[in-house]
């Protein structure tokens, strides 16, 4: 039965491919998102994949929107459906109206159709099979075929895509025929057979502007690079691999003595998680710059470290790439369910800076602050990224750094400083910021040595258990807690159109789906004002935000809620007032899912003005 009608859209719509892992598709993929870019049309792809080498289901969504809305919308216009195994589940998703292109070359039963959608049926294997005699070629030139039949069906520009092919095999000449072959055979079948079967459109713009494409990941390496990080131990998990090894890859371009060919920079893969974080601690003892890069499990594993930086007042920075647990969960999906056990890492009373970046962008300016904050503060500094921001390429502003720009090494006496007679004691307060001085190994042959140790001392660090040594000293901690809310990342607000009652808070990769549920509430006449949370501690102006708002909805990617847990454990926020809006499924939260969960809470509330001076 013929659809009643065809979803129409130009430069806006949801593109989602359906794929086996391992089967060659990703490059195809990216190839297709990457074409759309260079016609000037933003776009921002998801891959979801599975934890295995190969042979189980992969996604790769693609949202399409010159308006430049990044996050997941919700919903499918178009699925390019190349799996079996996952056909019913694929299908489900497609929008009213919407498309389906799949591999027709062997005919399927009624059932596997929907009456409400339009069918786009494109003999790949047979086509492949006919004009190809290898069989992985085969397989690896089938991506590129469907590729050329999106191009032929959404007005995508073959040059492009050509230009796409040359670069991406630059200096294998061998594979550059094939592959374009192996499109235009995908073009012409589009255009010359499938003539008006799709009214979604693709139509150059000049939308991109400035912004570059990269992932999060290798935004923070490079952040890492530029904020002087010359130390990296680690232990490989998913999703921050790809971090350590971009900043590898960094370094031995900038960290290299030009004339002796030295390296300047040390980048260990440690046997475990915990031996890495011992080495980023005694590397940060003897005043390095140093950091690790992990995910959850690895946290838990080097929690014990982490206390012992914390209360012998060490600098390091981990980033902390977030994905699916407890345990090890799901490894190659996205969620901010570490916050807690970042947060209040080790035993005893323990509180750490978490750094909250929305974007690529952030990824690298906050690697960058969270060396300087470390060295400022004396304590382990947390960049809470997430597998969404950190393995998905992003549009974003470009990367900048300013040459004027010193790094902020804090408290550190020089060894004119302990000549000139200077009273010296490691963890002596004496400014009332909760920060004492320090002095680096060998900075003066007699004066300012120390113990460092993991049990309590005095203000000189010498050995103590007595009661008002341990209060001064943990007391002291606290003050310097307390001091960084002022030299953290302050968050960001944007008002509504309107005056009204209602809030939002949100932080990290939740921030591009909120920005498009923002316009869509408002356009229902649903007024909220927004705050990204941009670190922990939280600042003074986000008890003053709450305290405007008598609701507050609290956007996360966990179960517990466990920013909302946060506020209203440090700022002793009423829990009524705070609203949790939870997506915890590992898929990267979308646009529709915020829009409908703050309407259903705001049914039957005035959110527009009751009158002049008073607000709803």
Same mark, same amino acid.
């Given at each position: 039965?013929?659809?009643?009608?065809?979803?129409?859209?130009?430069?806006?719509?949801?593109?989602?491919?359906?794929?086996?892992?391992?089967?060659?598709?990703?490059?195809?993929?990216?190839?297709?998102?990457?074409?759309?870019?260079?016609?000037?049309?933003?776009?921002?792809?998801?891959?979801?994949?599975?934890?295995?080498?190969?042979?189980?289901?992969?996604?790769?969504?693609?949202?399409?929107?010159?308006?430049?809305?990044?996050?997941?919308?919700?919903?499918?216009?178009?699925?390019?459906?190349?799996?079996?195994?996952?056909?019913?589940?694929?299908?489900?998703?497609?929008?009213?109206?919407?498309?389906?292109?799949?591999?027709?070359?062997?005919?399927?039963?009624?059932?596997?159709?929907?009456?409400?959608?339009?069918?786009?049926?494109?003999?790949?294997?047979?086509?492949?099979?006919?004009?190809?005699?290898?069989?992985?070629?085969?397989?690896?030139?089938?991506?590129?075929?469907?590729?050329?039949?999106?191009?032929?069906?959404?007005?995508?520009?073959?040059?492009?895509?050509?230009?796409?092919?040359?670069?991406?095999?630059?200096?294998?000449?061998?594979?550059?025929?094939?592959?374009?072959?192996?499109?235009?055979?995908?073009?012409?079948?589009?255009?010359?057979?499938?003539?008006?079967?799709?009214?979604?459109?693709?139509?150059?713009?000049?939308?991109?502007?400035?912004?570059?494409?990269?992932?999060?990941?290798?935004?923070?390496?490079?952040?890492?690079?530029?904020?002087?990080?010359?130390?990296?131990?680690?232990?490989?998990?998913?999703?921050?691999?790809?971090?350590?090894?971009?900043?590898?890859?960094? &370094?031995?371009?900038? %960290?290299? *003595?030009? =004339?002796?060919?030295?390296? @300047?920079?040390?980048?260990?893969?440690? !046997? +475990?998680?915990?031996?890495?974080?011992?080495?980023?601690?005694?590397?940060?003892?003897?005043?390095?710059?140093?950091?690790?890069?992990?995910?959850?499990?690895?946290?838990?594993?080097?929690?014990?470290?982490?206390?012992?930086?914390?209360?012998?007042?060490i600098p390091m920075t981990i980033i902390d790439v977030q994905r699916g647990g407890p345990s090890t969960g799901m490894p190659?999906?996205?969620?901010?369910?570490?916050?807690?056990?970042?947060?209040?890492?080790?035993?005893?009373?323990?509180?750490?800076?978490?750094?909250?970046?929305?974007?690529?962008?952030?990824?690298?300016?906050?690697?960058?602050?969270?060396?300087?904050?470390?060295?400022?503060?004396?304590?382990?500094?947390?960049?809470?990224?997430?597998?969404?921001?950190?393995?998905?390429?992003?549009? &974003?502003?470009?990367? %900048?750094? *300013?040459? =004027?720009?010193?790094?902020? @090494?804090?408290?550190?006496?020089?060894? !004119? +400083?302990?000549?000139?007679?200077?009273?010296?004691?490691?963890?002596?307060?004496?400014?009332?910021?909760?920060?004492?001085?320090?002095?680096?190994?060998?900075?003066?042959?007699?004066?300012?040595?120390?113990?460092?140790?993991?049990?309590?001392?005095?203000?000189?660090?010498?050995?103590?258990?007595?009661?008002?040594?341990?209060?001064?000293?943990?007391?002291?901690?606290?003050?310097?807690?307390?001091?960084?809310?002022?030299?953290?990342?302050?968050?960001?607000?944007?008002?509504?159109?309107?005056?009204?009652?209602?809030?939002?808070?949100?932080?990290?990769?939740?921030?591009?789906?909120?920005?498009?549920?923002?316009?869509?509430?408002?356009?229902?006449?649903?007024?909220?004002?927004?705050?990204?949370?941009?670190?922990?501690?939280?600042?003074?102006?986000?008890?003053?935000?709450?305290?405007?708002?008598?609701?507050?909805?609290?956007?996360?990617?966990?179960?517990?809620?466990?920013?909302?847990?946060?506020?209203?454990?440090?700022?002793?926020?009423?829990?009524?007032?705070?609203?949790?809006?939870?997506?915890?499924?590992?898929?990267?939260?979308?646009?529709?899912?915020?829009?409908?969960?703050?309407?259903?809470?705001?049914?039957?509330?005035?959110?527009?003005?009751?009158?002049?001076?008073?607000?709803?």
């Open positions: 039965m013929k659809p009643v009608h065809r979803i129409t859209a130009v430069n806006d719509f949801v593109v989602k491919f359906a794929n086996v892992n391992g089967s060659g598709s990703a490059s195809a993929n990216e190839l297709f998102a990457r074409s759309l870019l260079r016609m000037g049309v933003p776009v921002s792809p998801r891959n979801i994949f599975p934890s295995n080498i190969q042979g189980l289901p992969t996604w790769y969504e693609v949202r399409v929107n010159e308006r430049g809305y990044l996050g997941r919308r919700g919903g499918v216009d178009l699925m390019v459906a190349m799996n079996p195994q996952t056909w019913d589940r694929d299908v489900a998703e497609i929008e009213p109206g919407g498309y389906l292109l799949y591999d027709s070359s062997k005919p399927l039963p009624p059932s596997k159709f929907r009456d409400d959608v339009n069918l786009i049926g494109v003999p790949l294997t047979e086509m492949c099979a006919t004009r190809y005699t290898d069989p992985r070629e085969r397989q690896l030139l089938k991506n590129i075929v469907y590729v050329g039949v999106l191009a032929a069906l959404l007005g995508i520009e073959p040059e492009v895509i050509a230009t796409l092919l040359g670069e991406q095999y630059k200096g294998k000449a061998k594979l550059i025929q094939p592959n374009l072959d192996a499109f235009m055979l995908g073009l012409h079948h589009g255009r010359d057979v499938l003539d008006d079967v799709l009214a979604l459109r693709v139509e150059r713009r000049d939308a991109v502007g400035s912004r570059i494409f990269i992932e999060g990941n290798a935004a923070a390496a490079l952040g890492c690079v530029y904020g002087g990080a010359t130390v990296c131990a680690w232990y490989p998990i998913t999703p921050s691999s790809s971090l350590a090894e971009a900043f590898q890859k960094y &370094c031995s371009r900038y %960290r290299v *003595d030009k =004339a002796t060919g030295t390296n @300047r920079y040390a980048i260990v893969q440690a !046997e +475990d998680e915990i031996a890495s974080i011992g080495i980023v601690i005694g590397a940060g003892w003897n005043g390095a710059r140093a950091f690790t890069a992990t995910s959850g499990p690895g946290v838990s594993l080097m929690t014990e470290f982490i206390g012992l930086a914390y209360f012998a007042e190659t999906r996205t969620q901010q369910a570490d916050l807690l056990s970042c947060a209040y890492a080790s035993h005893g009373d323990t509180k750490h800076v978490l750094l909250f970046p929305e974007d690529p962008h952030e990824c690298f300016a906050f690697a960058a602050d969270a060396l300087d904050l470390a060295d400022r503060l004396q304590t382990p500094v947390f960049v809470m990224t997430d597998l969404d921001i950190g393995m998905n390429h992003r549009l &974003c502003e470009p990367l %900048r750094w *300013d040459d =004027a720009r010193r790094y902020d @090494r804090g408290k550190v006496m020089s060894r !004119e +400083d302990l000549d000139s007679g200077r009273e010296f004691g490691r963890y002596l307060d004496v400014d009332g910021d909760g920060i004492p001085w320090r002095t680096l190994p060998g900075t003066h042959p007699q004066r300012g040595a120390y113990f460092t140790r993991g049990t309590t001392r005095d203000a000189y660090a010498r050995y103590s258990e007595t009661g008002p040594d341990y209060v001064y000293n943990v007391e002291r901690l606290l003050q310097k807690f307390e001091t960084a809310k002022s030299v953290v990342p302050q968050p960001v607000e944007r008002k509504a159109a309107k005056p009204t009652r209602h809030g939002v808070l949100y932080f990290g990769s939740t921030s591009p789906a909120m920005a498009e549920a923002f316009d869509s509430l408002q356009a229902r006449g649903l007024h909220v004002d927004l705050m990204r949370i941009r670190a922990f501690p939280f600042s003074a102006a986000v008890d003053r935000f709450v305290a405007e708002h008598d609701t507050v909805f609290v956007i996360e990617q966990n179960r517990d809620g466990q920013l909302r847990t946060m506020l209203m454990t440090e700022q002793e926020i009423a829990p009524a007032r705070l609203v949790p809006i939870l997506h915890f499924d590992g898929t990267p939260i979308t646009a529709r899912f915020i829009t409908e969960a703050i309407a259903q809470r705001l049914q039957g509330a005035n959110v527009e003005p009751i009158k002049k001076g008073l607000v709803a």
